[in-house]
Structure formats: C-alpha cells, structure tokens
C-alpha cells in the first residue's frame, strides 16, 4: 500500500473512532454544563447500550432500526432514573458528594453487569445488513464504521440545532449559566435537568452500540476506558460546550489512531498513555479547553 492510500485508511479509521468519542463527550459536556458534574459513571452506559442492542438484535423479526433505536431510548431511561434516585438529593451538597457518587455507581453498573451476565467477553454479531467490508478508492471501509459516523454527524447536528434554535435547548442553557436565576424565569429546572441526563445518557448508549458493532466484542467494562477519554474529549474542547465536545472527540480521535498509525509499531501499545499525557498538556497549558473562554 502506498503512502497515500495508508494515510487515506487511517483518517477514515480516526474518523469512525472520533465520532464514538465525540458522542460519549456531548453527553459528558451537558451533564456538566447544567450540574457542574463530571459523571464517571458516563462510560458505563456504554456497555448497557451495547448488551442491550445484543440482547434486541438476537429477538426474531424484530426490525434493524428497532433493534439499534430502543437500546438508545432504554440506556436514556436509565440515565433519568439515575438523576432522579442518585443526584437529585445531593444536587445542593458540595460538588465532592457528587463525584464520589458518580464513581460509586459506575462500580455498581460494572458489578451487576459481572454478577448477571459474567465477565465474560462475549461475541458481538452484527446483522448482515450491516457486516461486512467496502473497497472506496482503495480504501478498506467497514459498513458498520459508514453507518458510525453517519449517524453520529447526523445526532450532533441535530442536538446543536436543538441546544441553539428551540425552547428546550434555551432551557438548557438558561441552567447552565444560573439555575437559580433560571428558576425565578419560570424554567421547570428540574425537568430540565433531568431531560439533560436522559440525553447524555442516550448519547452514551448509542456510543456504546456503534463501539460494539465496530470491535466486534463486548465486556462489562468496554465503557470504562471510553468514558474516560470521552472525558479527555470534554475537556480538550471546552467542558460545558458542544461544538467543542465535537471538535474534542474528533481531535482525540485523529491524535490516537496517527499516533498508532504513524509511529513505530514497538510504540502502538502506549495509545492510552499518549491520551492521558494529552489531558495533562491541556489542563497545563489551555484549562479552559480549545473553544471555551475563560
């Protein structure tokens, strides 16, 4: 393979991940955006959406659509569920209660997935609509990575269009920069907060879906890792910000697969650690992240 087409695959192959990462990120970014919340529990919504799309797409005659929306919407349910019950009665205590909670539920959810379904790595099969590989311009492309970043671009437009232009998404950000203020407005908080949540979490469970499809593999813990560079994402972009949770997860994504792609193979192993060494050079040098202002 020539210089070109190795480099052509690899922007395709950072393409694909940036957009998981930038999904997971939006999530991460309007939980902290309306509650100043960074949720460590966020990377295992993945792994409920990914088991549950396994468990929907094993359901005969179900169709493709429904089986890859309802883990979306379920994931979305739990992520209300867990605001109502986990944070809602702290949400007045100091900033810390919040944050341990975070990490204790993301021991729960990894827990209750090992003691109902087993720590087992299991197969993930996708549907033949959807396996398979494509040859464009000499460029190995995978169905399920089209379908990825497809639909990925289409949700982030979709949701920055929502948090801009309508009623809910001027609710959102009314919160996000005085709740209390907000509150006197006549904004339902609450609601708001909650419906925040439940999108992050939806966010989350499609990212977790379209991770599974690509790797080919889900674990109770596959979210862990993920959620934590989706967090790297939030924060290089601008915790808070959706376009720069976009920008941040592309970026990431770019960094990591050339990172891989581009050095040494001897080197290949340390991709984690070029992204965690990334967040330190950021929180060093741009806290405040790429897109956010001071």
């Known amino acids: 393979m020539d210089l070109a087409l190795y480099l052509a695959q690899q922007l395709v192959n950072a393409v694909s991940l940036g957009s998981v990462y930038a999904l997971s990120a939006i999530g991460l970014s309007l939980v902290y955006g309306v509650l100043r919340l960074i949720n460590f529990a966020h990377g295992d919504l993945l792994a409920l959406g990914a088991y549950a799309a396994l468990a929907l797409l ?36 100091p900033e810390v209660n919040a944050l341990i909670v975070s990490l204790a539920l993301s021991v729960i959810v990894q827990n209750l997935l090992v003691m109902t379904l087993t720590a087992q790595p299991r197969p993930f099969h996708l549907p033949p609509q959807l396996a398979g590989l494509l040859l464009l311009g000499g460029v190995v492309v995978s169905r399920m990575a089209l379908l990825t970043t497809a639909l990925a671009v289409g949700l982030m437009t979709a949701l920055h ?100 792609g581009l050095l040494p193979p001897a080197l290949s192993g340390y991709r984690d650690a070029f992204v965690f060494t990334l967040l330190i050079l950021i929180l060093l040098l741009r806290p405040q992240g790429v897109l956010a202002g001071r």
Do not use: C, H, N, W
């Not at 209300?80 to 007045?92: C, D, F, K, M, N």
């Not at 269009?161 to 009623?167: D, I, S």
């Not at 972009?237 to 976009?246: K, M, R």
């Open 161 to 260: 269009l929502m948090v801009r232009r309508t009623r809910v998404g001027t609710a959102i950000r009314a919160t996000a920069e005085d709740r209390d203020a907000a509150e006197l407005m006549g904004i339902p908080t609450d609601r708001v907060i909650g419906l925040t949540f439940a999108l992050g979490a939806a966010l989350g469970g499609f990212a977790g879906v379209m991770l599974g499809g690509q790797y080919g593999r889900i674990d109770p813990f596959m979210g862990f890792l993920p959620g934590l560079k989706a967090f790297v994402a939030a924060v290089l972009g601008g915790l808070g910000s959706v376009p720069g949770a976009i920008l941040g997860g592309y970026l990431l994504g770019f960094g990591e697969i050339l990172f891989v």
């Open 58 to 93: 094993a359901v005969p005659r179900l169709p493709l659509g429904a089986a890859l929306l309802l883990p979306v919407a379920l994931v979305g349910a739990v992520g209300l569920a867990v605001e109502r019950v986990a944070y809602r009665p702290i949400r007045r205590a």
